[in-house]
């Protein structure tokens, strides 16, 4: 089992800026691929930003140009930086690991863009 647990998630106003962070525990071992995905009240969840254990990351369209990702393999940790953020990156940001073809995931951080 991998454990995941989101943090800083919150309330911004629009063009401002937010960093979520996610520690990943358990067996953590051969753990492929990190990511952020998200979700709002009746849609299926979406991808935002991948990254591989070697540093090759993936962006969702609607946030290239601002969002950034990051994974520490010494501290199990992956990263996103969300900048310029709009109304309509309201959402719940969901971690996820890949490991042996098994997604996991976290319990998942609000962020609130808002003015």
């Known amino acids: 089992q991998v454990h995941l647990v989101e943090s800083g998630g919150g309330s911004v106003q629009p063009g401002g800026s937010l960093r979520l962070s996610c520690a ?3 067996n953590i071992f ?9 979700q709002t009240p009746g ?3 979406e991808l935002v930003a991948t990254v591989t254990s070697v540093g090759n990351t993936h962006y969702a369209d609607f946030v290239k140009g601002r969002f ?3 994974r520490d393999n010494a501290k199990n940790t992956v990263d996103l930086q969300m900048r310029s953020l709009k109304p309509e990156d309201t959402a719940v940001y969901f971690c996820n690991a890949r490991r042996n073809s098994r997604d996991y995931w976290g319990k998942g951080t609000l962020v ?4």
């Open 30 to 38: 051969r753990i492929s691929v990190m990511g952020w995905y998200r």
């Open 112 to 115: 609130t863009v808002s003015s």
């Open 68 to 70: 950034s990702i990051s």
């Open 24 to 26: 990943a525990s358990g």
């Open 43 to 45: 849609q299926e969840r």
